[in-house]
Nanobody, 113 residues
């Protein structure tokens, strides 16, 4: 049973923006911390953003001030707004439900000129 589905990835040029969405399912509650990770080929999976049940956000230094995480409890979605994308942002982006430890399949983001 699929619990998390990511969408919104694609290929863009440096400086452009993308919005990723994580659609959750029946397990979702507004108190569940939700996270976005990314993994580039040959690299370890990196935690880049977390949003708590109280909507508190934390970001990795690599994306701080460029990425913004939000949640819509009615729609059970988590959105990652990514601005001023850089080639080093190229990776597979994955949504993660922290307490349930559910993972989505990921959505690919490629930033290249």
């Amino acid at each position: 049973q699929v619990q998390l589905v990511e969408s919104g990835g694609g290929s863009v040029r440096p400086g452009e923006s993308l919005t990723l969405t994580c659609q959750t399912s029946e397990f979702y509650s507004d108190s569940e911390p939700m996270e976005w990770y990314r993994q580039a080929p040959g690299n370890q999976r990196e935690l880049i953003a977390t949003i708590s049940g109280g909507h508190a956000e934390t970001y990795a230094d690599s994306v701080k001030d460029r990425f913004r995480l939000s949640r819509d409890n009615r729609r059970k979605t988590i959105t990652l707004q990514m601005n001023n994308l850089k080639p080093e942002d190229t990776a597979l982006y994955l949504c993660h439900a922290k307490y349930f430890s559910y993972w989505g399949q990921g959505t690919q983001v490629t930033v290249s000129s």
